[in-house]
């Protein structure tokens, strides 16, 4: 379990990695004069994230799930692809990327990288990871619990951001 608990310590790393790019981007937004929608549900995601972390390892320690190695290594995989889709929305929207939704007037929509294929790439890959990176190491109920709640918070987020860059598509 030391090796999972590696990972998921790798993991809130990354996190951490994001929240320094998205403060530096939301400065740049704001500065440009970007507007920012949906702060009442900003702290719901950021609590559900923070305890998908904890909720790996107490499961997993706590209740004593066992690797199984078919699974987990399948796991892996997903969290790892998941990463690489993540960052590459990063990449793909630069200045623009945030964990907030800000957005900047005048700027045209993007839609190359991975929003060729699909209208929200980073909620495809956090909606991935928060199933795969538990199952890692069998903690099915955090599995469960995080798809869940996450479902229920994209369904507030996801038509907050469509709104907000709609918005800003009418002012253009």
Not at 95 to 104: A, E
Request: proline letters at 5%; a positive charge.
């Amino acid at each position: 379990m030391i090796w999972y608990t590696a990972l998921v310590l790798a993991v809130a790393a990354e996190r951490i990695a994001e929240l320094v790019v998205a403060l530096r981007n939301a400065r740049w937004s704001l500065a440009r004069g970007g507007t920012e929608a949906g702060r009442g549900h900003y702290p719901a995601m950021v609590a559900l994230h923070a305890a998908l972390l904890v909720a790996c390892l107490a499961e997993t320690w706590l209740a004593g799930r066992p690797f199984h190695a078919l699974l987990g290594w399948t796991m892996v995989a997903v969290v790892a692809a998941a990463q690489v889709l993540r960052w590459w929305c990063v990449r793909t929207l630069g200045r623009r990327w945030n964990t907030r939704v800000i957005v900047v007037p005048g700027l045209p929509p993007v839609t190359g990288g991975p929003y060729r294929r699909l209208r929200h790439p980073n909620y495809a890959a956090v909606a991935a990871e928060g199933a795969a990176l538990p199952l890692v190491h069998g903690a099915w109920v955090t599995a469960v619990l995080f798809t869940v709640s996450n479902a229920a918070l994209m369904a507030v987020r996801i038509p907050c951001e469509d709104g907000a860059l709609a918005g800003a598509d009418a002012r253009a």
